[in-house]
């Protein structure tokens, strides 16, 4: 590797998090999994990047804010956001609302704004494997937080912070196999609350996004 260079990272929206607390009822996956669907893209059995329980903001500073992802465990209890989060809660509470969907590819370039309902009940399925990032619609960020404020109020992001930053949410919810092709932005964290992970991405590392089933994240970018 050329001195300087940064290795690329894929980020697959299922991997390593901490075990989740389950209610009577609760298959899981929040009823966004068909019965019987299988995942669009087959699991990988290793992921390179270190975990951490239990990490200390000066570990955490010294360590990963500027140089490397980690994958956090443990950190956070968002147990009540979970459950607001089930296909059932979400569409109740904002099946009404417009949502914009924007395309998959870096930039993002096309956007188009139709109700929740519509999105999830239409839209809102596994990606055909030889769709371009350009052909693919999914909700992802341009979050209307005014409208969706009774939801996010109840999530609690990972508990560091950069020096001279601000957090701002980008909320979710892709089919399996959509993704976004290889980009980089500012640091930030990035959590799947239907799915397993947690992780911190430091600045301009270049990374993809890859939904092996359909996934509801939430990304705390820090600006």
Not at 18 to 41: C, E, M, N, S
Not at 148 to 153: D, P, V
């Amino acid at each position: 590797m050329a001195p300087g260079a940064r290795p690329l990272l894929l980020l697959a929206v299922w991997t390593l998090a901490a075990p989740v607390l389950r209610g009577a009822g609760d298959t899981g996956d929040g009823g966004w999994r068909g019965p019987g669907a299988p995942a669009a893209v087959a699991e990988e059995e290793r992921c390179a990047v270190e975990r951490r329980a239990d990490l200390s903001y000066a570990e955490f500073v010294q360590q990963y804010a500027f140089s490397r992802p980690v994958i956090l465990q443990r950190l956070t209890d968002n147990s009540r956001f979970r459950a607001l989060c089930s296909r059932e809660r979400l569409l109740a509470s904002f099946g009404d609302s417009v949502v914009r969907l924007s395309t998959a590819n870096t930039y993002s370039y096309r956007k188009v704004d139709l109700p929740f309902q519509d999105y999830v009940e239409h839209l809102l399925h596994p990606q055909d494997p030889s769709s371009l990032g350009n052909d693919t619609l999914y909700f992802f960020g341009d979050n209307d937080f005014s409208e969706w404020a009774s939801l996010f109020q109840h999530y609690s992001p990972p508990p560091f912070s950069l020096l001279g930053t601000t957090a701002a949410y980008s909320f979710g919810i892709a089919g399996a196999g959509s993704g976004v092709p290889f980009h980089w932005h500012g640091p930030g964290f990035s959590e799947v609350i239907y799915g397993r992970k947690v992780l911190y991405f430091p600045d301009r590392w270049w990374h993809a996004t890859l939904n092996l089933d359909t996934s509801v994240f939430i990304s705390t970018f820090l600006g």
